[in-house]
Protein backbone atom coordinates (compact mmCIF):
# COMPACT_ATOMS: atom_id res chain seq x y z
CA UNK A 1 0.00 0.00 0.00
CA UNK A 2 1.15 3.57 -1.03
CA UNK A 3 1.95 5.41 1.83
CA UNK A 4 -0.59 8.20 0.67
CA UNK A 5 -3.13 5.71 1.52
CA UNK A 6 -1.64 4.47 4.66
CA UNK A 7 -1.28 8.42 5.62
CA UNK A 8 -5.24 8.88 4.97
CA UNK A 9 -6.19 5.56 6.37
CA UNK A 10 -4.32 7.03 9.69
CA UNK A 11 -5.38 10.98 9.64
CA UNK A 12 -9.24 9.16 9.16
CA UNK A 13 -8.37 6.75 11.93
CA UNK A 14 -8.13 10.09 14.15
CA UNK A 15 -11.51 11.58 12.98
CA UNK A 16 -10.03 14.34 11.66
CA UNK A 17 -12.28 16.58 9.56
CA UNK A 18 -11.35 18.44 6.46
CA UNK A 19 -14.03 21.03 6.77
CA UNK A 20 -13.89 24.36 8.31
CA UNK A 21 -16.68 27.19 8.86
CA UNK A 22 -16.96 29.24 5.48
CA UNK A 23 -18.32 32.05 7.58
CA UNK A 24 -15.21 33.60 7.29
CA UNK A 25 -15.17 36.08 4.07
CA UNK A 26 -11.80 37.63 3.11
CA UNK A 27 -12.35 41.04 1.81
CA UNK A 28 -10.87 42.48 -0.63
CA UNK A 29 -8.19 45.65 0.05
CA UNK A 30 -6.51 48.03 -2.22
CA UNK A 31 -2.55 47.61 -2.06
CA UNK A 32 0.30 49.20 -3.98
CA UNK A 33 3.23 46.34 -4.76
CA UNK A 34 5.35 48.90 -6.05
CA UNK A 35 4.98 51.30 -2.11
CA UNK A 36 6.00 54.97 -3.03
CA UNK A 37 6.82 54.47 -6.85
CA UNK A 38 3.98 54.78 -9.19
CA UNK A 39 1.84 52.10 -11.20
CA UNK A 40 1.49 49.34 -8.39
CA UNK A 41 -1.91 49.92 -6.68
CA UNK A 42 -4.36 46.37 -7.53
CA UNK A 43 -6.79 44.63 -5.38
CA UNK A 44 -5.57 42.26 -3.11
CA UNK A 45 -8.00 39.43 -0.94
CA UNK A 46 -4.94 37.46 0.14
CA UNK A 47 -1.55 37.20 0.52
CA UNK A 48 0.22 33.59 -0.49
CA UNK A 49 3.40 33.04 1.11
CA UNK A 50 6.29 30.51 -0.12
CA UNK A 51 6.70 27.31 2.23
CA UNK A 52 8.65 28.59 4.89
CA UNK A 53 10.16 27.86 8.32
CA UNK A 54 7.99 27.23 11.75
CA UNK A 55 10.49 26.77 14.96
CA UNK A 56 8.22 25.48 18.00
CA UNK A 57 10.91 26.88 20.47
CA UNK A 58 11.52 24.63 24.21
CA UNK A 59 8.01 22.94 22.65
CA UNK A 60 9.36 19.15 23.22
CA UNK A 61 8.95 18.40 27.08
CA UNK A 62 7.79 21.93 28.26
CA UNK A 63 5.72 22.28 30.99
CA UNK A 64 2.98 23.99 28.37
CA UNK A 65 3.94 26.98 27.63
CA UNK A 66 6.58 27.43 24.65
CA UNK A 67 7.04 30.44 21.76
CA UNK A 68 6.86 29.42 17.99
CA UNK A 69 8.77 31.34 15.75
CA UNK A 70 7.96 31.83 12.03
CA UNK A 71 9.09 33.05 8.66
CA UNK A 72 8.39 32.82 4.89
CA UNK A 73 9.05 34.84 1.44
CA UNK A 74 5.54 35.77 -0.66
CA UNK A 75 4.79 33.96 -3.34
CA UNK A 76 1.90 36.11 -4.79
CA UNK A 77 -0.63 38.53 -4.06
CA UNK A 78 -4.03 36.72 -5.15
CA UNK A 79 -7.56 38.13 -5.69
CA UNK A 80 -10.48 36.56 -6.43
CA UNK A 81 -14.01 38.05 -7.60
CA UNK A 82 -16.96 36.44 -9.58
CA UNK A 83 -15.17 32.75 -9.45
CA UNK A 84 -11.92 34.12 -11.32
CA UNK A 85 -8.42 34.13 -9.28
CA UNK A 86 -5.95 36.34 -10.22
CA UNK A 87 -2.56 36.03 -9.35
CA UNK A 88 0.20 39.02 -9.13
CA UNK A 89 3.90 38.98 -8.48
CA UNK A 90 6.10 41.30 -6.85
CA UNK A 91 7.80 43.76 -8.84
CA UNK A 92 10.98 42.12 -10.12
CA UNK A 93 14.19 42.40 -7.70
CA UNK A 94 11.83 42.84 -4.77
CA UNK A 95 10.66 40.78 -2.26
CA UNK A 96 8.00 40.93 0.97
CA UNK A 97 8.84 38.76 4.23
CA UNK A 98 6.50 38.03 6.88
CA UNK A 99 8.15 36.85 10.55
CA UNK A 100 6.23 36.17 13.18
CA UNK A 101 6.87 35.08 17.20
CA UNK A 102 3.63 33.22 18.55
CA UNK A 103 3.70 32.74 22.61
CA UNK A 104 1.70 29.07 22.70
CA UNK A 105 0.45 26.92 25.54
CA UNK A 106 0.11 23.41 24.77
CA UNK A 107 1.66 19.95 25.04
CA UNK A 108 4.31 19.10 22.41
CA UNK A 109 5.62 15.93 21.50
CA UNK A 110 2.45 13.41 21.87
CA UNK A 111 0.72 11.90 18.68
CA UNK A 112 -0.99 14.55 18.79
CA UNK A 113 -0.36 17.92 19.89
CA UNK A 114 -2.66 20.41 20.81
CA UNK A 115 -2.05 24.28 21.05
CA UNK A 116 -3.20 27.72 21.64
CA UNK A 117 -2.05 31.22 20.89
CA UNK A 118 -1.07 33.47 23.84
CA UNK A 119 0.13 36.55 22.24
CA UNK A 120 2.92 37.15 20.02
CA UNK A 121 4.17 39.62 17.25
CA UNK A 122 3.07 39.36 13.01
CA UNK A 123 5.20 41.42 11.17
CA UNK A 124 5.58 42.19 7.05
CA UNK A 125 8.90 43.68 5.45
CA UNK A 126 9.14 45.28 1.73
CA UNK A 127 13.02 44.80 0.49
CA UNK A 128 14.05 46.29 -3.06
CA UNK A 129 16.81 43.54 -2.87
CA UNK A 130 16.03 39.56 -3.23
CA UNK A 131 18.35 38.26 -0.38
CA UNK A 132 15.88 36.03 2.19
CA UNK A 133 17.53 32.74 2.29
CA UNK A 134 15.57 29.56 3.48
CA UNK A 135 18.90 27.57 4.15
CA UNK A 136 20.13 30.18 6.34
CA UNK A 137 17.49 31.60 7.23
CA UNK A 138 18.58 35.09 6.89
CA UNK A 139 17.35 38.27 5.21
CA UNK A 140 13.41 38.14 6.48
CA UNK A 141 13.47 41.27 8.33
CA UNK A 142 16.29 43.48 7.15
CA UNK A 143 13.68 45.27 4.74
CA UNK A 144 11.00 48.37 5.21
CA UNK A 145 8.55 47.54 7.71
CA UNK A 146 4.55 47.62 5.81
CA UNK A 147 2.56 46.00 8.60
CA UNK A 148 3.24 44.64 12.43
CA UNK A 149 0.73 44.07 14.66
CA UNK A 150 -0.36 41.83 17.92
CA UNK A 151 -1.28 38.32 17.83
CA UNK A 152 -4.71 37.80 19.54
CA UNK A 153 -5.16 35.27 22.96
CA UNK A 154 -7.13 32.41 21.45
CA UNK A 155 -5.65 31.36 18.08
CA UNK A 156 -5.68 27.13 17.22
CA UNK A 157 -2.84 24.61 16.08
CA UNK A 158 -2.55 20.79 16.07
CA UNK A 159 -0.11 19.03 14.72
CA UNK A 160 -0.11 14.74 14.06
CA UNK A 161 2.95 12.77 14.78
CA UNK A 162 3.02 10.12 12.15
CA UNK A 163 6.16 8.50 13.45
CA UNK A 164 4.87 8.29 16.95
CA UNK A 165 1.69 7.13 15.79
CA UNK A 166 3.62 3.90 13.78
CA UNK A 167 7.55 3.94 13.08
CA UNK A 168 6.86 1.02 10.76
CA UNK A 169 4.85 2.47 8.54
CA UNK A 170 6.30 6.54 9.00
CA UNK A 171 9.91 6.24 10.15
CA UNK A 172 12.08 9.12 10.40
CA UNK A 173 13.30 10.54 6.98
CA UNK A 174 16.00 13.51 6.48
CA UNK A 175 14.88 16.37 7.46
CA UNK A 176 15.64 18.16 4.19
CA UNK A 177 13.82 16.56 1.38
CA UNK A 178 13.66 19.64 -1.21
CA UNK A 179 16.86 19.81 -3.27
CA UNK A 180 20.19 18.70 -2.02
CA UNK A 181 20.26 17.35 1.55
CA UNK A 182 21.31 20.66 3.49
CA UNK A 183 20.72 19.46 7.12
CA UNK A 184 22.77 16.31 6.65
CA UNK A 185 23.05 13.96 9.61
CA UNK A 186 19.66 15.78 10.56
CA UNK A 187 16.33 13.16 10.32
CA UNK A 188 12.66 14.04 11.39
CA UNK A 189 9.18 12.28 12.17
CA UNK A 190 7.09 12.33 9.95
CA UNK A 191 3.99 14.60 10.34
CA UNK A 192 1.28 17.15 9.27
CA UNK A 193 -0.89 19.71 11.34
CA UNK A 194 -2.46 23.18 10.77
CA UNK A 195 -2.83 26.72 12.71
CA UNK A 196 -5.19 29.70 12.29
CA UNK A 197 -4.21 33.16 14.17
CA UNK A 198 -5.93 36.66 13.73
CA UNK A 199 -3.77 39.93 14.47
CA UNK A 200 -4.64 43.34 15.99
CA UNK A 201 -3.11 45.20 12.99
CA UNK A 202 -1.12 47.85 15.20
CA UNK A 203 0.62 49.47 11.76
CA UNK A 204 0.79 50.11 8.05
CA UNK A 205 2.99 51.95 5.64
CA UNK A 206 -0.10 53.82 3.85
CA UNK A 207 2.60 53.88 0.80
CA UNK A 208 1.39 49.95 0.29
CA UNK A 209 -1.91 49.84 2.33
CA UNK A 210 -3.98 51.88 0.66
CA UNK A 211 -6.90 50.16 2.54
CA UNK A 212 -6.54 50.96 6.50
CA UNK A 213 -6.70 47.19 7.43
CA UNK A 214 -6.38 47.80 11.16
CA UNK A 215 -10.19 48.79 10.98
CA UNK A 216 -11.39 46.00 9.77
CA UNK A 217 -13.69 43.22 12.07
CA UNK A 218 -10.74 41.18 11.54
CA UNK A 219 -7.24 43.05 10.56
CA UNK A 220 -5.74 40.10 9.21
CA UNK A 221 -6.16 36.42 9.56
CA UNK A 222 -3.10 33.93 9.16
CA UNK A 223 -3.64 30.21 8.09
CA UNK A 224 -1.27 27.81 7.93
CA UNK A 225 -0.60 24.37 6.74
CA UNK A 226 2.62 22.42 8.74
CA UNK A 227 4.43 19.49 7.76
CA UNK A 228 7.19 17.61 8.80
CA UNK A 229 9.59 16.06 7.52
CA UNK A 230 10.49 19.69 4.43
CA UNK A 231 9.34 18.84 1.08
CA UNK A 232 8.95 22.40 -0.64
CA UNK A 233 11.46 24.39 1.62
CA UNK A 234 14.51 23.92 2.75
CA UNK A 235 14.57 23.84 6.40
CA UNK A 236 16.48 27.13 7.97
CA UNK A 237 19.72 27.53 10.23
CA UNK A 238 17.73 29.89 12.32
CA UNK A 239 14.48 30.75 12.32
CA UNK A 240 13.84 34.26 13.52
CA UNK A 241 17.24 34.12 14.77
CA UNK A 242 16.21 31.09 16.93
CA UNK A 243 18.84 28.28 15.90
CA UNK A 244 16.82 24.79 15.94
CA UNK A 245 17.91 22.36 18.66
CA UNK A 246 16.56 18.92 17.48
CA UNK A 247 15.59 15.60 19.50
CA UNK A 248 17.62 13.04 20.66
CA UNK A 249 20.35 11.54 17.85
CA UNK A 250 19.66 14.90 16.10
CA UNK A 251 15.75 13.64 14.95
CA UNK A 252 13.25 16.09 14.61
CA UNK A 253 10.28 15.52 17.04
CA UNK A 254 12.28 13.12 19.24
CA UNK A 255 11.85 13.24 22.52
CA UNK A 256 15.07 15.60 23.99
CA UNK A 257 18.75 14.09 24.90
CA UNK A 258 19.10 12.96 28.27
CA UNK A 259 20.07 15.92 30.53
CA UNK A 260 18.43 18.67 28.01
CA UNK A 261 14.80 19.62 29.39
CA UNK A 262 13.53 20.64 26.19
CA UNK A 263 14.69 21.61 22.57
CA UNK A 264 12.47 22.01 19.34
CA UNK A 265 10.20 20.90 16.74
CA UNK A 266 11.04 22.20 13.26
CA UNK A 267 7.91 22.31 11.10
CA UNK A 268 7.61 23.37 6.84
CA UNK A 269 4.84 25.91 7.26
CA UNK A 270 2.82 27.08 4.36
CA UNK A 271 0.28 29.84 4.99
CA UNK A 272 -1.80 32.27 3.56
CA UNK A 273 -3.15 35.93 5.18
CA UNK A 274 -6.34 37.79 4.34
CA UNK A 275 -8.85 40.32 5.64
CA UNK A 276 -12.46 40.60 6.54
CA UNK A 277 -15.27 42.67 7.62
CA UNK A 278 -17.34 40.02 8.19
CA UNK A 279 -17.91 38.98 12.19
CA UNK A 280 -16.87 35.55 11.75
CA UNK A 281 -19.54 32.73 13.23
CA UNK A 282 -18.33 30.86 16.89
CA UNK A 283 -15.45 28.26 15.46
CA UNK A 284 -15.32 29.81 11.87
CA UNK A 285 -11.21 30.64 13.18
CA UNK A 286 -11.11 27.06 14.05
CA UNK A 287 -8.06 25.73 11.98
CA UNK A 288 -8.83 23.52 8.88
CA UNK A 289 -7.74 20.34 10.36
CA UNK A 290 -4.59 17.99 9.79
CA UNK A 291 -7.07 16.54 6.78
CA UNK A 292 -7.04 19.84 4.93
CA UNK A 293 -3.45 20.06 5.45
CA UNK A 294 -3.04 16.10 3.63
CA UNK A 295 -5.10 17.04 0.95
CA UNK A 296 -2.03 20.10 0.58
CA UNK A 297 0.25 17.64 1.08
CA UNK A 298 -0.40 14.61 -1.32
CA UNK A 299 -1.03 17.55 -3.80
CA UNK A 300 2.54 19.45 -3.75
CA UNK A 301 5.04 16.74 -1.79
CA UNK A 302 6.41 13.89 -3.94
CA UNK A 303 6.43 10.83 -1.51
CA UNK A 304 9.08 8.65 -2.05
Request: proline content about 3%.
Amino acid sequence: MKKITLLAAAVAALGVSAQANAAFVSSAISFDINGSAPGGVTSVTSFDWLPGNALAKDAVGSAGTFTTYFQATLNSFVFNSGGSTTTISPMAGTEFTVQATIFEQGLVGGVTSNFVSLGGTYKIFYDTSKDSNDVTGLGYDDGLLILEGTINIGGTGTFTNFTLLNDLLFPAQNLDNFGANDAPGVTSHQGIGSSNLTVDVTYIDTDFFKSDVSQLTVDLNDTTNLAAPFGQANPSDQVVGQVPVYGAGNVNGAACAVGVTTCDFQFQSDSATSFATTVPEPGSLAIAGAGLALMSLIRRRKFN
